[in-house]
């Protein structure tokens, strides 16, 4: 019996007709980005073809997609699960380049890209395992790494792309842990050189601070007030580090309300909707409704049933394509340490 290779998908629009192709993109990419319209002529010539392979606590694929416009918007964040790091090989130059580059991204991060071109690999990797590998990961978004500590890494990641789909489940760990290894002997010297920029004290606490609210969401006792005595930070420093996330209660009530949607989404959850919310501080239903209407667009008891109706069967177009689809955004969502 042939051994069980590692989850891979692939996605190309060119089994589409070609008035659907840049669509059925436009709808493969929305869990994570928001992409801009194209032109009648623009839509007819698009091409795009995305692979995804899953190694459990991250993710390598591979993009050549005509040029358009990406971005996350500050609501698409907070609407969204995807608390990951890109870290991306682009053959042609994201900024003009003859040569390979290497281009870090922060998803919990505002993000606007101009219309390019996209040919190469990328790896995807949430937030705890990142700051696992690098203490102070957060202070690498937008960095370009250069140098031979990036021909290195592209010539990894090229690697990468072209083995990695034959993987089998019992290699997928020792995959994990190079990947691992040669991301972090790559990354950390240009690290280091960025904490010299910034301080880095700020992106150690902040780092503190986010893993502290993850693991007392459901602590009825917290607070800012609760958080400095944990930190040992007086009230102006935390509010400080908290405003590039619009301060800090509403980070608190942010990751609450993505803890309770993942529940909501999870068909083993049997509570209550409202005891749900209870159990994350909200004092009402109607509180609680009202917060998460705002943050996702609809109400819980909507999100919950989509949940358990499965994807729409409009999504047959994408998936006969070999489409990445639905299941994209749930491989982000199951990606784990």
Known sequence: ????????????????PERERFGAWRDAMTSVYEIAPLDEDAC???????????????????????ALAYHRSPAKIRSDHMDHFIIRLDRSGAAGNRADEILVKDMGR???????????????????VMTGMLPRADALHGTRLGGIMGRLLAD??????QTV?????EEAPQVVRAIRDMV???????????????????????????????????????????????LGLSRSALYTLFEPHHGVNRYILERRLLRIREHLCDP??????????????????????????????????????????????????????????????????????
């Not at 990894?156 to 792309?161: G, K, N, P, V």
């Open 184 to 230: 972090t002997a790559c990354l950390a010297p240009s690290h280091d050189a960025l904490v010299q920029a910034q301080p880095q004290v700020a992106a150690t606490l902040i780092m503190q601070a986010r893993r502290h609210i993850d693991a007392n969401l459901t602590n009825p006792d917290l607070s800012p007030d609760q958080l400095c005595r944990a």
């Open 110 to 128: 505002p993000l606007a890209l101009p219309p390019m071109r996209l040919d190469g690999a990328c790896i995807i990797i949430p937030r705890d």
């Open 1 to 16: 019996m042939a051994a069980q290779t590692v989850p891979f998908r692939r996605f190309s629009t060119s089994l589409l």
């Open 156 to 161: 990894h990641m090229r690697t990468l792309a």
């Open 268 to 337: 083993a959850e049997r509570r209550r909707i409202g005891e749900i919310a209870f159990a994350y501080g909200f004092a009402s239903e109607a509180h609680f409704s009202r917060a998460f209407r705002r943050a996702f667009g609809c109400s819980p008891s909507e999100m919950r049933a989509g949940a358990y109706a499965g994807p729409a069967t409009g999504s047959a177009p994408v998936n006969a394509a070999g489409g990445i689809g639905g299941e994209f955004p749930e491989w982000l969502r199951r990606l784990r340490a």
């Open 165 to 169: 789909p034959a993987a089998t489940v």
């Open 44 to 66: 007819r010539r698009f091409a795009g073809t995305a692979t995804s392979a899953h190694l459990g606590p991250l993710i390598v694929g591979t993009m050549d997609v005509d």
